[in-house]
């Protein structure tokens, strides 16, 4: 049996879906000229196989993943990034119009994916991404720089729930906070609840800790006609929409994913 077909068969007996898709990734990473390779080559491809089959997620073996436009490294410290959190960076895109100079505030900005993405599209932006995670700044950081963003971007380690965290203004405000109910994280996937931060899934008895949280900050936050956009989960529009009503805030829309579930709420002071 070749590596390749022994590779498949391991990820097929651990569930692992799209098994030949992910032998290919992991041969492409460890072993580039397969099927010619070194020991070493084919040791490294076997240890990959080992933690995929430990249902430690792809992109964070392989360290980086690909999220809107760019390449973003990721690792443990940093939620990863999410396919549905591209809807939240295109709703983003279509309130800025070209060349506008803009000031984007990211609560919880993790791996910088959202903010980062933003601000490739539009050089006249400058943004700021805050995290309560020294660790996650480290990668937002990395990300920055590799994307040559660094200009651009000015990167806050404080909990928004500090007083006086920002004393800023800013025409958008986009976040992805931590939004699962606690007790539902025992149920989420090993990829998920054993290999992202516990800091970024977990949002309260409720789920919707910290939206309350953000709706308390987020009007001295923003400029007067300011834009919050907000990731939510699958059924928290009502219950998100209400806190920020709440505040002031008028509903500018929901934007639904694929699945037609309302992803990520548009509101404006
Ligand atoms: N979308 C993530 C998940 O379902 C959760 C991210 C979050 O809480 N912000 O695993």
């Not at 799209?18 to 290919?24: I, K, Y």
């Not at 073996?61 to 990721?74: A, D, N, P, Q, T």
Request: overall charge negative; charged content about 25%; proline content about 5%.
């Amino acid at each position: 049996m070749s590596l390749r077909e022994e590779v498949i068969e391991a990820l097929i007996k651990a569930h692992i879906p799209s098994p030949r898709l992910e032998a290919d990734i992991i041969l492409k990473h460890a072993a580039p000229s397969y099927p010619d390779m070194s020991q070493e080559e084919r040791q490294n491809a076997l240890q990959m196989l080992k933690r995929r089959l430990n249902h430690e997620p792809m992109d964070k073996i392989l360290g980086y993943r690909e999220f809107y436009k760019s390449v973003f490294k990721v690792s443990r410290d940093v939620l990863s990034p999410r396919p549905d959190t591209e809807i939240l960076v295109e709703s983003a895109l279509e309130l800025i119009a070209k060349n506008e100079v803009v000031k984007i505030l990211d609560l919880g900005t993790g791996s910088g994916c959202i903010l980062l993405s933003l601000l490739k599209e539009n050089p006249q932006a400058m943004g700021t991404g805050v995290d309560v995670s020294a660790k996650a700044l480290e990668i937002a950081k990395e990300n920055a720089k590799a994307l040559n963003l660094l200009s651009q971007t000015t990167f806050v380690n404080k909990s928004w729930t500090e007083p006086d965290f920002i004393t800023e203004t800013y025409d958008i405000i986009v976040s992805n906070p931590p939004y699962i109910p606690t007790e539902e994280i025992a149920t989420l996937s090993t990829e998920v609840k054993d290999n992202d931060p516990l800091s970024a899934l977990d949002g309260g008895a409720d789920g919707l800790k910290c939206y309350l949280e953000i709706a308390e900050i987020a009007p001295s936050l923003l400029t007067t006609g300011g834009h919050i956009l907000l990731e939510i989960g699958y059924n928290q529009a009502e219950d998100v929409i209400k806190i920020f009503e709440n505040q002031g805030f008028k509903l500018v829309k929901a934007v639904q994913d694929l699945a037609q579930i309302n992803r990520c709420v548009i509101l404006k002071k």
